[in-house]
């Protein structure tokens, strides 16, 4: 049996995309993360200039949330909205505003553009998922 790799530290970043694929709130990038073990969806999009990325799931039920795959935004590209509940939550900061989980928050996933490349980073809890050929 052989003993899986261990993810890498936490200061080394992911590569995700390239910067040019996130529009400015439009079609978001999805992938997937390991937390507490267990494999979890998680997005990135670029809203007012900056990229966000969250765990996809909603704040009241642990459901994914994008209504296409890849659309998270309202009608009026202002918030992410969960396709389920209706939650309506702030791409800033990932706070719910309205719907059944005012005052909860998405969970957030650490990004961060470097040159033309979008990299998220692991945390305590959400790390890479380990490597099939291991």
């Given at each position: 049996?052989?003993?899986?790799?261990?993810?890498?530290?936490?200061?080394?970043?992911?590569?995700?995309?390239?910067?040019?694929?996130?529009?400015?709130?439009?079609?978001?990038?999805?992938?997937?993360?390991?937390?507490?073990?267990?494999?979890?969806?998680?997005?990135?999009?670029?809203?007012?200039?900056?990229?966000?990325?969250?765990?996809?799931?909603?704040?009241?039920?642990?459901?994914?949330?994008?209504?296409?795959?890849?659309?998270?935004?309202?009608?009026?590209?202002?918030?992410?909205?969960?396709?389920?509940?209706?939650?309506?939550?702030?791409?800033?900061?990932?706070g719910c505003v309205a719907?059944?989980?005012?005052?909860?928050?998405?969970?957030?996933?650490?990004?961060?553009?470097?040159?033309?490349q979008v990299c998220w980073y692991p945390?305590?809890?959400?790390?890479?998922?380990?490597?099939?050929?291991?």
């Amino acid at each position: 049996m052989s003993t899986p790799e261990p993810p890498p530290p936490a200061s080394a970043g992911v590569p995700l995309c390239a910067s040019a694929d996130l529009v400015e709130r439009g079609r978001a990038v999805r992938f997937s993360v390991s937390q507490y073990g267990r494999q979890v969806p998680a997005f990135a999009l670029r809203f007012d200039g900056r990229v966000v990325a969250y765990l996809n799931r909603c704040a009241h039920v642990p459901v994914e949330m994008d209504w296409q795959p890849g659309e998270f935004l309202d009608a009026d590209r202002r918030y992410l909205i969960c396709s389920i509940h209706g939650a309506l939550y702030e791409p800033a900061h990932g706070g719910c505003v309205a719907g059944p989980c005012v005052g909860a928050r998405l969970t957030p996933v650490d990004v961060r553009e470097e040159g033309e490349q979008v990299c998220w980073y692991p945390s305590r809890h959400i790390q890479p998922l380990p490597d099939p050929a291991s």
